[in-house]
Each structure stands twice: as C-alpha cells, then as structure tokens.
C-alpha cells in the first residue's frame, strides 16, 4: 500500500513538471532574484565579492536606511538615560535580554554560486555588434528593498565625481532588475514585467533605445531570435537607435538563466566599467591641472 503511495506520488510530481497549456515548469536556478553581475580580475573572485559586500552595504544604507535599527538604537539610547538616573541593576540585565532576542540584521546581498571556471568564453552583442572576450564573473543578488539599478547608478555617479572606485578586483557592473530561466516563455513573462513597465510608466514619451545583449556559456538560443522577442516587449512607439539611444536594455545570459533591466547613461558612465571611469575622471583632473600650471607659468613671465 505504502509502495503504491510512493509511486502514485511520483507520477503527480511528473505532471507537476508541465502547466495545463503544457509549457514546461522549470526548476528554480542557483542564481535568481534582482542583482548584479560583476566581472573582475581572474582568480580573484572572492577578494572581489568581499569588497563588494561592504561597498554595497554602504551605498545602501545611503539609499534605504534600516528604519528597525535606528528605533532599536533610540530604544537602546532611553534606556541607557534610565540606567543613568536609577542604576537599576534588574534593569541592565532586561536589557541585556532584550538585546539577546533581538532579531539579526538580515542581509541584503547574497553571493550566488555559478560554477564556472575563470576565462569562460563570453559572447558580447549589441543588436548586431559581435565581439569576444574572456572575463570571470561573480553574481551578487539583492534582496528588498535594494533596487540593483539604483545601486550601481549611486556607486558609477560616485566614481565619476571622485575618481575613486574603492574597489582593487571589480571591472564591469552589470545590474539586472529580475533574472529567469534562459527560454523565450519565461523571458517574454520577464520582460512584461520588467522591460515594458518601463516604457509604459510615461505614454505621452517616446525613447530612442537599443538593446545591449551579452551571452556567456549559452548556445541554445539564437542571438538574432532573443533579440527580435525582446524588441517586441517594448511600445512600438518607441525606435531602435543604435547610435544616439536615451535608454539601454541590458540583457545578461548565463548558462540557463536570463536577466534583464532598463538603464540610461550607459555609454556615458562607460557602460558601467568603473575601473574605466574612474580613469577618464583621473585623466580630466590632471589635465586640468596642467592647464592650470602652464596658465600660471605664462602670467609669472611677462
């Protein structure tokens, strides 16, 4: 009876594999959920995500400050002016309690493993642009209230003032609003919720956009097939620019997984290379700097 039990409950989990219009359910990949995708120096994959945990925690403490600490901390902060006034020793050890129940700090990024080994060929398309580069890559997801978008626009715009990256291993960031298993059904679902929203969210305006799709360790979709599925996500309203867009649909595919995000100032923050940036911020100040020396030499010397 029980031997019938098992093998009844293995056919239902066989017919829970396919949805009633009999697209298959895919199984849930390592790698899901917004985050960003961050090539870096090969072999150096850990010191990179190390770097980023701290750098991005940071940032996001900026953007979207942790409402449940600050109460904790001005709890915390009364409690120690009572403590002042009375020297209640039952008191302290009340708070030392409370202190030891209380919730951890959840973290917002996570490292998802990608098992793949440095120097994995990576396939760069720009619509029809092609190139070919070898670069190891990490994936950090974000967990809410974090928006990846947000979170490296803040880290490139931050580098573009400064010059400064605080970072050694980090190359490219490339963030994604929601990421999918690599087939067309769910990366057209993907993109109704991600892409066309976008686009949607103001009528009256018309973008001139272009669709930046780079594949790594995938051959099952066809390149000229992916992006003529995700042009069709966006208002015809809407024009392909491939040479002066306002907005940019970045396409990161990974083995199986898909993801996707709407961006703008791509080409001008250097699509987002912040070793790249901070060099052309570097190069501007001491240009300027030159400038100012010689202009200073040629009044001193009538």
Known sequence: MAEGKRKSNGKDKGRRRYRSDGTPIWTQPSISGPGVWVSCVKGKEK???GELYELFENIASELWPDDSLK??????????SEEEDDGDIEKQIAKEVASMKRPRKEQRFANCQINTP????????????????LQPVVFISCKPPVDPVQLVVKHVQNIAETGVTHTRYTQRLTPVSGTCVANIPEIQSLCKRVITPFFESDPERSYRY?????????NTLARPVLIQELAKCIPEQHAVDLD??????????FKSV?????VKDYYKLQKFNVMEIANSTNAKVDECGRVTEKSEGTTSHP
Request: negative net charge; charged residues 25%.
């Open 47 to 49: 010191q990179t995500v």
């Open 71 to 80: 109460a904790a901390q001005g709890e915390d902060g009364s409690d120690d």
């Open 118 to 133: 440095c120097g994995a060929k990576s396939v760069h398309v720009a619509v029809i642009e092609c190139t070919q580069v």
């Open 210 to 218: 272009k669709i930046e799709l780079r594949m790594r360790n995938h």
């Open 244 to 253: 002066n867009a306002e907005v940019f649909v970045l396409v990161e595919v």
């Open 258 to 262: 898909c993801g996707l995000s709407v």
